[in-house]
């Protein structure tokens, strides 16, 4: 060990990062930990937890509106946006002080520095300029939201970055992307009473997810009062005395409080030294691994956002816990991508777990479908226009569960007990002799007796 100041150097405090070093400090190593911004990383600072904090916020408005229906007569209500902020901010001072506490008392140094790698073993610290030299680096440094495509006048654009620290509500807000990030922020403005655009490029949103649950958001929002523009692309941003105003591939123009781009994360790689030590990126900038996290240059791995596996808190950590019980536990480990539960905190939510219907036809050939719309039970005296999709997608061969999908209320916390039952590889004959919770939306899981005809896919 006479060699290395350390066993394991660490650069970034984010899911990955933080998992890694303090399960490698449980199994003895010597570890530090570099982070250039905040401990906690993308999900704890400006992420899944403060996204979660406003979704709940903008939740509200559909409860004092529903609780009409019940008897309750619900005084004036209004929303005050710096008081969000303010206890948000609060909340994740609180939580990375624990992310320090939990890395300190394992034994682990933090360094509040940007930290770059000059060889195979060697990391530089730059507030100090100091060179730490590591029997193994760990490359954990996540990814950063891009203002693409660049446009003129698209310096008047924020991002994900810049939109927890508002100081006022926008008004009227244009949010530009299809995936979740985007969908996301469409429904925490509209449900805090924001006039929202929601603009992509796609003829739908969230590619990549099932057709009926692309089309079940779509229609949901488009009734919750979010402008869909599909199909379009802005071609330039202008200030005028009225806010920012956006010019459309249409010709027409949106004019707006506040443009919020939501097209893409790229790994954090420029500037880190990979080209010092012959680590060659992927196309995207991505650094390439194999399953064990492991670069083409063995003292060095991987773990997180920066390698473009699938960018999720949950897969981070996974990583990183599996990257230190191979390397200082013993316990060569690696993480299968294959079947991740995952949620969309849209209004209405979405859960899923496996594959897609198609998918799962691809790759699975003769797949059954089972379907359900229905109306929340809730909704009946709220008379609000809410409606539940449940689709679960079987694999004819085996009866195996391979894909299920749910757009409604708490369809987040039921795919992550629905993703045991898929992991574990259930069939659909283990679903139907499961006893029914109710009244529950859930139940509906457990009764979906007949399949509907499988139908092809319509969009790219
Ligand atoms: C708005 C938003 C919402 C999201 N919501 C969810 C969600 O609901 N569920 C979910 O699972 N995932 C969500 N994610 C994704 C999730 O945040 C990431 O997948 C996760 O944080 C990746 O962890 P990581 O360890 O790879 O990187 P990060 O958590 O990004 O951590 C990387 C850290 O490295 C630091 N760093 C970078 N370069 C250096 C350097 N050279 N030296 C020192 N430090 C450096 C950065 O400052 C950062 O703190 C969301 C992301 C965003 C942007």
Same mark, same amino acid.
């Given at each position: 060990?006479?060699?290395?100041?350390?066993?394991?150097?660490v650069?970034g405090g984010g899911s990955g990062g933080v998992r890694a070093a303090r399960i490698?400090?449980?199994?003895?190593?010597?570890?530090?930990?570099?982070?250039?911004?905040?401990?906690g990383g993308t999900c704890v600072i400006r992420g899944c937890v403060?996204k979660k904090?406003?979704?709940?916020?903008?939740?509200?408005?559909?409860?004092?509106?529903?609780?009409?229906?019940?008897?309750?007569?619900?005084?004036?209500?209004?929303?005050?946006?710096?008081?969000?902020?303010?206890?948000?901010?609060?909340?994740?001072?609180?939580?990375?002080?624990?992310y320090?506490?939990?890395?300190?008392?394992?034994?682990?140094?933090?360094?509040?520095? +940007?930290?770059?790698?000059?060889?195979?073993?060697?990391? +530089?610290?730059?507030?100090?300029?100091?060179?730490?030299?590591?029997?193994?680096?760990l490359v954990a440094v996540g990814a950063y939201p891009?203002?693409?495509?660049?446009?003129?006048?698209?310096?008047?654009?924020?991002?994900?970055?810049?939109?927890?620290?508002?100081?006022?509500?926008?008004?009227?807000?244009?949010?530009?992307?299809?995936g979740y990030i985007?969908?996301e922020?469409?429904?925490?403005?509209?449900?805090?009473?924001?006039?929202?655009?929601?603009?992509? +490029?796609?003829?739908?949103?969230l590619?990549g997810f099932?057709?009926?649950?692309?089309?079940?958001?779509?229609?949901?929002?488009?009734?919750?009062?979010?402008?869909?523009?599909?199909?379009?692309?802005?071609?330039?941003?202008?200030?005028?005395?009225?806010?920012?105003?956006?010019?459309?591939?249409?010709?027409?123009?949106?004019?707006?409080?506040?443009?919020?781009?939501?097209?893409g994360r790229r790994p954090n790689t420029?500037?880190?030294?990979?080209?010092?030590?012959?680590?060659?990126?992927d196309?995207v900038g991505a650094i390439p691994v194999d399953a064990y996290s492991q670069t083409?240059?063995?003292?060095?791995y991987a773990v997180g956002d920066v390698t473009n596996r699938a960018n999720l808190t949950p897969v981070a950590i996974r990583e990183g816990h599996a990257f230190a019980d191979t390397v200082?536990?013993?316990?060569?480990t690696s993480v299968d991508h294959d079947l991740i539960p995952t949620a969309v905190f849209?209004?209405?939510?979405i859960g899923v777990v496996g594959h897609?219907?198609?998918a799962?036809?691809?790759?699975?050939?003769?797949?059954?479908?089972?379907?359900?719309?229905?109306?929340?039970?809730?909704?009946?005296?709220?008379?609000?226009?809410?409606?539940?999709?449940?689709?679960?997608?079987?694999?004819?061969?085996?009866?195996?569960?391979?894909g299920?999908?749910?757009?409604?209320?708490?369809?987040g916390?039921?795919i992550q007990?629905a993703g045991i039952?898929v992991t574990?590889?259930?069939?659909?004959?283990?679903?139907?002799?499961?006893?029914?919770?109710?009244?529950?939306?859930?139940?509906?899981?457990?009764?979906?007796?007949?399949?509907?005809?499988?139908?092809?896919?319509?969009?790219?």
């Open positions: 060990m006479s060699d290395f100041d350390v066993d394991l150097f650069i490698a400090a449980t199994y003895g190593a010597k570890v530090m930990i570099a982070e250039e911004y905040r401990v403060p904090l406003m979704v709940y916020a903008s939740r509200f408005s559909d409860d004092f509106h529903d609780a009409a229906g019940f008897g309750w007569t619900v005084g004036p209500s209004s929303f005050n946006w710096p008081t969000l902020i303010r206890n948000k901010d609060l909340e994740i001072d609180r939580l990375e002080s624990i320090r506490s939990n890395l300190e008392k394992a034994g682990v140094e933090i360094v509040d520095s +940007r930290a770059v790698i000059e060889d195979a073993h060697t990391v +530089r610290i730059l507030k100090t300029g100091a060179r730490v030299r590591a029997r193994y680096i891009t203002l693409e495509p660049a446009i003129p006048g698209g310096e008047l654009a924020i991002t994900s970055n810049e939109v927890f620290h508002l100081e006022a509500q926008p008004k009227r807000i244009l949010v530009i992307g299809g985007a969908v922020f469409a429904g925490v403005f509209a449900g805090l009473g924001s006039e929202v655009t929601l603009l992509h +490029r796609g003829p739908k949103l590619r099932d057709e009926d649950v692309r089309d079940a958001l779509a229609d949901a929002y488009a009734k919750r009062g979010i402008k869909l523009a599909l199909s379009m692309t802005v071609t330039r941003l202008d200030k005028t005395p009225d806010g920012i105003a956006a010019t459309l591939s249409d010709g027409s123009i949106v004019t707006v409080d506040q443009v919020l781009v939501a097209t420029a500037k880190l030294g990979l080209e010092n030590v012959g680590i060659t990126l196309a083409v240059i063995p003292s060095i200082f536990g013993d316990k060569p849209s209004t209405p939510e897609s219907e198609a799962a036809e691809e790759r699975y050939g003769e797949i059954d479908v089972y379907k359900a719309v229905f109306r929340p039970m809730r909704a009946t005296l709220s008379g609000a226009p809410d409606r539940v999709l449940m689709k679960m997608i079987v694999d004819k061969a085996t009866d195996k569960v391979v299920v999908h749910i757009v409604g209320h708490d369809a916390e039921m007990l039952a574990m590889g259930a069939t659909k004959a283990d679903f139907d002799r499961t006893i029914a919770v109710h009244p529950t939306a859930a139940e509906e899981l457990v009764t979906m007796r007949t399949p509907v005809p499988a139908k092809k896919p319509v969009a790219a």
